[in-house]
């Protein structure tokens, strides 16, 4: 797989999404979905917009359907993907909405790992899906107005 991983990018990330929706958990998909989320831990913010936007967008076709008893990461890792991130955003680089988008897809499966640990990294979360919603809200409703198709109710 790391050779299609560099060669073929797109058509990885294809089949890795296949196999996790597919519900059929083999083990290496969740080592995979851990080495992926402790890659994230070891990307500066510098490197966010390039290395950790593809390895989020990795993570993210990895996760188990939320309906199914898999768990996405451990709590600890869980934890320190998100303190990750956070420290992307709230340092001096330019984190691109692209990264903010996928980090936001990416929490919305560790909500229901991180439920019962209070603590900062929720003030954030919730700032982060706010932006989002800033950024993303006025595309949505010119959309909207153009075609017709998308209906915020």
Known sequence: MP??????????LAITLCVAMSGSEPPHLDRYRNELAAGVLGITASKANTNGLLLLRRLAATAPDPDSDVVFLPQPR???LVKACQGWVT?????????????????FHLVPIL?????????FI?????????????VLLFLEGQTGLITLG
């Open 3 to 12: 050779e299609l991983i560099r060669e073929a990018p797109e058509t990885s």
């Open 78 to 80: 869980a934890v320190n």
């Open 126 to 138: 919730f700032d982060l899906i706010e932006n989002n919603l800033e950024v993303r809200l006025p």
């Open 115 to 123: 439920q019962n640990i209070p603590g900062a990294h929720w003030d």
């Open 91 to 107: 340092s001096n680089a330019d984190i691109d909405e692209d990264v903010e988008s996928e980090i936001t897809n990416v929490f």
